[in-house]
């Protein structure tokens, strides 16, 4: 337990209030917003376990998925100070996991959807986030929360590095062609040094009472490993990071993976 | 018509009474009011690292729900023919596990699976079982029951056996409030055992706990092993242990082919564990990766309880595991030494916490 006893019940009761969508004093009138996250592969529904072929043509396939947002935001301009737009706090920590969804074609097409409810109502013309733990709360252990809380489950946090798992890819790769998937492809990130601000996603939205509002959001896994106009990351040689410093290589590795990841998504809807 | 005025008044009169002798309370031998219900809430003494335990609303934990649930996870009258009880397979000396490599029932036939320790299960959200397909406590202690090759009864045999009993309805009222022996039924029974075993908690007094709180020090030999567990030192291979089996349960609940079966496609899994539940393919041969306070005492080991040793586990891993298009990338190959191995299993030992043992509330009533 690295924070005082005392800090536990103002964080926890700062978490469920931020995090917990249906509460808090809104005032107004409101609506829902779904935002759906898609997982692609070069703009193709990934499903996992289903072959890839990488741009080296190496075959691999993917089997999880996941990131942890903060600072959840929708943006609205500010009239009186058009330099400081107005910002309204939709999360503080969601975990966006595509395990169940994308285990089959069907999930895959569908994303994962986090509803918003009790969103005030009017004009925002964007959303943003970032990606990973805010230090805020990386700061926790899991068993400062519930085992349901995403910040309570511990196979999300990695006490080498006293943090939690920002991202995680994983998958296996057919190194020799032979069409056995013999090596692990493997990335998980986190630290404070990782996390990364200001992911901006441009849409003018009118958030009218009891009309829900819908945004989607794809990720690239591409983008992630091969991404555009830059240099792929070699899946074989370069294809396992637990951001360990003490191994030559992986901070920087796990640093290409969490640029790329924050660039791997589009807003499509 | 007058003149029969007075007969009617007497004739309902005398109706009335009749009516009220026969709601009297006593006169009812199935009537369980006059017994007190008073129910007094269960305190849990958690390890002070574990995270709160999340209760349903509707099963608080009461002593009088934990006593009579601890009744009925000892007693056989849970079974067709009254020979084995719920800690025949769960035993408490070896973790609430079952020593068998698969559990045997009444009628002597072997399941597919090893019985499961039941350590710390209340923190078990992701899914009861080897392959999750129940979701919690009162519903999984339902099943076993009805299971043919388990306890082989049925849950209304059960319920009247319950019914006549000289001891269970009245503790049935004292956890519950029920009113009358009718109101016995498998659903209560089931909360009432799944609050016994939401109580089936360790992990203060490891040594590894110990350690962690510095009153106690590793030797050498279990020092190497938690820095492969924990992949801490560059020095040393990293075990790759701790992805799965973190925190302060030693256990992340989710589910992994850890390459114990060969299987080139994902059919061709003999148990499908998690895909079975799911229906969905790459899940197949995927099973639940449990705790590992005290895994010196449950063997043996795996769903199939195919290992009999720590060293045979750690023997498994370090070869890097079987192939499946599924197997889980954090199983690789991990170049321990036969020194390193030896260091790891030390390790594991440091889990061990037998303490639980001497709580009475765990122990069987009826010794």
């Known amino acids: 337990m690295k924070k005082l006893l005392y800090l536990l019940p103002l964080s926890l009761f700062f978490l469920s209030s931020s995090c917990g969508d249906d509460e808090g004093p809104v005032t107004g009138t409101t609506t829902n917003l779904n935002i759906t996250f898609k997982a692609v592969y070069d703009g193709q529904p990934l499903v996992f376990g289903e072959s890839l072929t990488y741009t080296d043509g190496t075959a691999f396939n993917i089997s999880k998925l996941q990131f942890f947002m903060s600072n959840a935001n929708l943006i609205s301009p500010n009239e009186a100070d058009p330099n400081t737009p107005l910002e309204t706090e939709l999360s503080e920590v969601k975990l966006v996991d595509f395990s169940s969804a994308n285990a089959t074609a069907a999930g895959a097409t569908e994303g994962v959807t986090i509803t918003y409810t009790r969103i005030p109502t009017g004009e925002y013309n964007a959303f943003k986030f970032g990606l990973g733990v805010i230090p805020e709360y990386n700061d926790d252990v899991p068993a400062d929360y519930s085992s349901s809380h995403p910040l309570g489950a511990p196979s999300n946090y990695w006490e080498v590095w006293e943090s939690y798992i920002f991202v995680k890819l994983e998958g296996r790769t057919d190194t020799t062609g032979n069409g056995e998937f013999d090596q692990s492809l493997l990335y998980h990130t986190g630290t404070n040094a990782l996390f990364q601000e200001g992911l901006n996603f441009s849409k003018a939205m009118t958030l009218v009472e009891d009309n829900e509002a819908n945004m989607t959001i794809e990720l690239d896994v591409k983008e992630i490993l091969a991404p555009t106009g830059g240099t792929p990351i070699n899946i074989i040689n370069d294809g396992f990071s637990h951001t360990n410093p003490e191994i030559d290589g992986q901070v920087a590795l796990s640093t290409t993976v969490m640029q790329n990841f924050k660039n791997a998504f589009t807003l499509v809807d | ?367």
Request: charged content about 25%.
């Open chain 2, 1 to 367: 018509m007058t003149k029969y005025l007075p007969f009617l008044v007497l004739y309902i009169l005398f109706g009335l009474v009749a009516c009220s002798d026969d709601d009297t309370p006593t006169a009812d031998p199935n009537d369980l009011t006059t017994i007190a219900y008073t129910p007094e809430a269960y305190t849990v003494a958690l390890p002070a690292e574990f995270p709160p335990l999340e209760i349903p609303t509707d099963n608080p934990l009461t002593k009088e729900g934990v006593q009579l649930g601890r009744r009925l996870f000892y007693d056989p009258i849970l079974s067709a023919d009254s020979t084995m009880s719920c800690a025949s397979c769960h035993q408490l000396e070896v973790g609430f596990a079952d020593p068998l490599p698969t559990s045997v029932g009444i009628d002597g036939i072997a399941g597919t699976r090893s019985g499961m320790s039941l350590l710390n299960i209340a923190y078990s959200l992701n899914g009861l079982n080897w392959d999750g397909k129940i979701a919690s406590l009162e519903e999984q202690a339902l099943e076993p029951v009805t299971n043919e090759i388990e306890l082989h009864e049925s849950w209304p045999n059960v319920i009247e056996k319950l019914k006549r009993h000289t001891d269970y309805p009245s503790r049935f009222r004292k956890a519950f409030g029920i009113e009358n022996k009718s109101e016995i039924t498998k659903e209560l029974a089931a909360k009432a055992i799944a609050q016994f075993e939401r109580i089936i908690l360790t992990g203060a007094n490891s040594k590894y706990d110990r350690v962690l709180r510095g009153e106690a020090f590793f030797t050498d030999e279990e020092l190497n092993g938690f820095d492969m567990f924990f992949d801490i030192s560059p020095e040393l291979p990293d075990a790759e242990c701790g992805h799965c089996h973190n925190g302060a349960l030693l256990s992340t609940n989710e589910y992994f082919n850890n390459g114990i079966d060969n299987a080139p496609t994902l059919d061709d899994f003999i148990d499908k564990g998690r895909g079975e539940i799911t229906g969905i393919p790459f899940d197949n041969g995927r099973f639940r990766a449990t705790t590992l306070r005290n895994i010196e005492f449950t063997a043996p080991y795996m769903h199939d309880g195919r290992f009999q040793t720590l060293e045979e586990v750690v023997d498994h891993y370090n070869s890097g595991g079987k192939y499946a298009p599924n197997l889980d990338p954090l199983i690789l190959p991990l170049g321990m030494t036969d020194s390193q191995k030896q260091d790891l299993v030390a390790f594991l030992k440091t889990f061990s916490d037998t303490s639980y043992q001497e709580n009475p509330d765990l122990q069987n009533p009826f010794e």
